[in-house]
């Protein structure tokens, strides 16, 4: 039985990709930086501000200084916040696993997010009080694919109330985060339409949410079993 559910924020919860990918496109533009394509999307995805404006310039093959990719990271950031702040698309699904994982087992959320993402993000949706563990980018000096954000979460979770490593299941929708909780130990299933090649560094992929339907806790252990 699985214990506890570690689940991304981004991706798994709520819709952002096409608003991370805006952000970070206008945000580069103010520094001069205006061809980056659609295509390069997927090689960012999942990626904290400053990580993707580091690889977006390297895609570019455009150099820049540290600071000024802090600060493009920084613009992104909050570019991003504010088009949250207008509203949020729920993920397909999304609201049946928080509500019937708040109801049945443990939920946490450990997100590359910021606290006023996240804030803003589940104060929207009605979510917040769903979350026992919130982990979020200003907690951790590293982001995802670092697993400090992963290992600060389970020691809070067992500081509340032992939990079984195994019996733990992380949701992520990218690359950087599958890479965080397997890093630290915990199973790990993509959730949403990833790359095969990406897909493949996770233990199982849920194409969707949706398509667990009520009994979402079941089914997810259930595709982590097969996985394994």
């Known amino acids: 039985m699985i214990e506890a559910f570690v689940v991304e924020l981004e991706g798994v919860i709520v819709e952002t990709r096409a608003a991370r990918f805006d952000a970070l496109v206008r945000a580069l533009a103010d520094d001069g930086v205006v061809s980056l394509p659609e295509s390069a999307a997927e090689e960012l995805l999942g990626y904290a501000p400053r990580e993707a404006a580091e690889r977006a310039l390297r895609l570019l093959d455009v150099e820049r200084d540290p600071t000024a990719v802090d600060l493009i990271g920084l613009r992104a950031d909050r570019y991003f916040t504010e088009r949250v702040s207008r509203g949020v698309t729920l993920r397909e699904g999304a609201r049946v696993l928080v509500t019937v994982a708040h109801a049945r087992s443990r939920l946490a959320l450990v997100t590359r997010a910021s606290r006023a993402v996240v804030d803003l993000t589940l104060g929207l949706s009605g979510l917040h009080d769903a979350f026992e563990i919130i ?91 097969e996985a394994a």
Do not use: F, M
């Open 135 to 225: 982990v979020c980018a200003d907690d951790v000096l590293d982001n995802k694919p670092a697993p400090d954000s992963y290992a600060r979460a389970l020691t809070r979770l067992q500081g509340r109330r032992p939990a079984t490593r195994e019996r733990i299941l992380a949701l992520e929708d990218a690359r950087p985060g599958i890479a965080a909780a397997r890093a630290a130990g915990i199973r790990c299933l993509a959730v949403g339409d990833l790359p095969a090649h990406q897909a493949v560094e996770a233990d199982g992929l849920v194409p969707s949410l949706a398509d667990a339907g009520q009994d979402v806790l079941a089914e997810l252990e259930r595709w982590a079993h």
